[in-house]
């Protein structure tokens, strides 16, 4: 039977790793112990903390149901059908992360307006993307890769027979997704889901 232990070695950089991302959180607590209690609870419920943190959270939320919608019908059609120009569909589906954020913002931002693209090649003025809308398409085009590529890796190795013997046995496509292939999906959906919630809050929060 073959051990599933990693060796020791492995442990060292996962360590160092791990002690690089407490250390920060350990001048936090430290820097907060030197606070006078009424004074920590009053900066951190005052309207206009609260506000942000409710921004914030709005913003994750409208990030990660955005990346959904693009990643799980994306990583369906370039893994589990034979579109012609899946390829080239998975290009599209990683080359965010190749690119910064800030590209993405001012593309978005270069679209819009009255000398923005659409005015000059379509001479069809578009609002330019700002506040809310405009942070979410931002942050959905760059982080959405992460959903996608962990989905697309669990319908990978998702076993076809299962599909093929509840659809044997009567059920319809729609029962098949949600009772076979979106548990399967779920471990996915998670990560994913965390990978981009902490990119979020670190980029924006």
């Known amino acids: ?4 232990k990693a060796p020791l ?13 407490i250390i920060p959180l350990f001048y936090l607590l430290l820097r907060s112990g030197d606070a006078q209690g009424d004074l920590l609870v009053s900066l951190i419920m005052r309207p ?3 506000m942000l943190l409710g921004n914030t959270v709005l913003l994750a939320g409208g990030v990660l149901a955005l990346s959904l919608a693009v990643s799980l019908p994306l990583a369906w059609l370039t893994e589990r059908t034979d579109l012609s120009w899946r390829k080239g569909l998975s290009l ?8 910064p954020g800030y590209v993405a913002a001012y593309a978005l931002l270069s679209i819009g307006g009255s000398y923005g693209l659409s005015a000059r090649l379509f001479s ?3 609002p330019r993307m700002s506040g809310y809308w405009g942070a979410t398409a ?6 959405f890769p992460y959903l996608y590529l962990n989905i697309r890796t669990s319908l990978a190795r998702l ?30 959906l998670l990560s994913g889901s965390v990978i981009i919630l902490i990119y979020v809050l670190g980029d924006f929060g």
């Open 1 to 4: 039977m073959i051990s599933r």
């Open 9 to 21: 070695p492995l442990y060292i950089p996962a360590v160092i790793a791990a002690g690089g991302m």
């Open 48 to 50: 206009h903390t609260m």
């Open 92 to 99: 599209l589906g990683v080359l965010p992360l190749a690119l």
């Open 124 to 126: 069809l003025p578009l």
């Open 138 to 143: 931002a942050l959905t085009i760059y982080s």
């Open 159 to 188: 076993d076809p027979a299962l599909e093929e013997t509840a659809q044997s046995l009567g059920a319809g496509p729609v029962r098949i997704f949600f009772r076979i292939v979106l548990p399967h999906l779920l471990p996915a």
